[in-house]
């Protein structure tokens, strides 16, 4: 089974400030490799997915991610934060090998953005 | 176009109880996926279906059960609930059951056993 590893349970910014939300994974085998977002009492949302090409994904709301496949990491960067940008993040695996749909979830980070 | 639908959106039961939680997927879609999100965690998977049937299921006993139906409208059910089934229940729905097709999500039933 797949293990997915959210290095900070909350990460506090200041509004405009970078970030970066980490995400490590354990796998012997190829993954695509997705961050959703929660916000408060919602479902998740889809903010970006890696499934190949280049490592470097775009995402909606300004967001992007690395793929660095030596590292195992996936990690979830923004130039500058907004106070909208405030909720809990999840980063997830699927086996490529799969031919079904199953999500491993890391146990997410809550970003809080002060303004 | 609506999205993802679950009902209810509360729900409060006592232990030993039964419990059904509904899914609809977003239009267009005939695969829905299951998960459970307890306080403070990810989401767990605790299966998935597609053509009216259980196509994977994750480490989840018995007590958990599903439905498809034709109109791919999902059901989740719980017997002899226990006080550790109190979480967010989630629902995801795409349009093959193939991993790198998005999966969309519902707004959760939020289950407390009491």
């Known amino acids: 089974a797949q293990s997915v590893t959210q290095l900070d349970s909350q990460v506090p910014v200041f509004e405009e400030a970078p970030v970066e939300l980490r995400c490590n994974y354990s796998?012997?085998?190829?993954?695509?490799l997705f961050w959703y977002v929660q916000y408060p009492n919602q479902g998740l949302q889809l903010l970006l997915k890696y499934l190949s090409g280049s490592t470097l994904v775009k995402g909606i709301n300004g967001f992007e991610a690395e793929f660095n496949k030596s590292q195992t990491s996936f990690h979830l960067r923004k130039p500058s934060v907004h106070i909208s940008d405030t909720a809990e993040y999840f980063c997830?695996?699927?086996?490529?090998?799969?031919?079904?749909?199953?999500?491993?979830f890391g146990r997410g980070t809550q970003l809080t953005v002060w303004p | 176009d609506a999205g993802v639908t679950q009902s209810p959106t509360h729900l409060i039961k006592t232990r030993g109880q039964q419990v059904t939680l509904r899914c609809s997927p977003k239009?267009?879609?005939?695969?829905v996926s299951w998960y459970q999100q307890a306080l403070g965690q990810g989401p767990q998977f605790i299966f998935q279906?597609?053509?009216?049937?259980?196509?994977q299921r994750g480490n989840f006993p018995d007590r958990f059960s599903g439905h498809q139906f034709p109109n791919y409208s999902s059901e989740l059910n719980v017997n002899a609930l226990l006080l550790g089934d109190s979480a967010l229940y989630l629902c995801a729905s795409s349009g093959t059951p193939a991993g790198t097709d998005t999966q969309y999500f519902g707004p959760g039933t939020r289950l407390t056993v009491l």
């Open positions: 279906y597609y053509e009216e049937e259980e196509r």
């Open positions: 239009s267009g879609h005939d695969t």
């Open positions: 796998s012997s085998v190829s993954v695509y």
């Open positions: 997830a695996v699927l086996d490529r090998g799969s031919t079904l749909g199953r999500l491993y």
